[in-house]
């Protein structure tokens, strides 16, 4: 067992279809201590423990991106569950999602941050004068680190060929895991804007 209890030595198939067709609730709190692995044209590979996740559950979700409907920019959402939903934000950030539940119903769930365990350098130089510590504990910061842009729209997570998946990793306990509110939700009604749809798994790995 390496750091934080995964053994890196040996990559499992990612994660199946099965995981990711459930509520989106749920799927999120469950992908906290997964492995989110991303392959790099040169053969070169990064990866880390998802410790922050947020749900967006359908049209209802007046914070979720299908509020008003199927557009072009949100048309993954609808699409089969375990693809990855790449989207722009602010001019000039990238976002990562991962869609959930029964095909049609638009559900997915937000990475804001993972611990980086492999790809280091990658990541030093991708995030230029961060520190090590805001790496990858942002929406942003994350993709940027792991060169995650719009090519990566709707690519299949559950695919072990793919440039991105999502692989079994440590399980939290349930006392770990902290729920709360959604962030950045700007003047979002309620109740949508104190949903506890929030969820983080503190660790720290030694360095």
Not at 15 to 42: H, M, N, Q, T, W
Not at 60 to 74: F, I, K, Q, V
Not at 98 to 124: K, N, S, W, Y
Request: glycine share 12%.
């Amino acid at each position: 067992m390496n750091q934080g209890g995964y053994n890196y030595g040996m990559i499992p198939n990612p994660l199946p279809p099965e995981f990711y067709d459930r509520d989106v609730v749920a799927v999120a709190r469950d992908l906290l201590g997964g492995i989110l692995l991303r392959k790099l044209d040169d053969g070169n590979i990064i990866f880390g423990i998802i410790t922050e996740t947020e749900a967006y559950r359908g049209q209802e979700d007046l914070a979720c991106h299908a509020r008003n409907g199927r557009t072009r920019r949100n048309s993954v959402m609808f699409g089969p569950p375990g693809r990855a939903y790449v989207y722009f934000t602010y001019g000039m950030h990238w976002c990562l999602n991962v869609v959930t539940g029964e095909e049609g119903f638009p559900a997915a769930v937000l990475l804001r941050a993972i611990q980086p365990l492999e790809g280091l350098d990658i990541i030093a130089r991708q995030r230029g004068k961060a520190e090590r510590r805001n790496w990858t504990n942002g929406p942003a910061r994350l993709t940027q680190a792991l060169m995650i842009d719009g090519s990566l729209n709707g690519c299949d997570l559950t695919d072990p060929a793919s440039p991105l998946v999502v692989l079994p990793g440590i399980k939290p306990e349930p006392e770990t895991i902290k729920a709360g509110a959604r962030v950045g939700l700007g003047s979002t009604p309620e109740p949508w804007l104190s949903m506890p749809w929030r969820f983080t798994f503190p660790l720290e790995l030694e360095q």
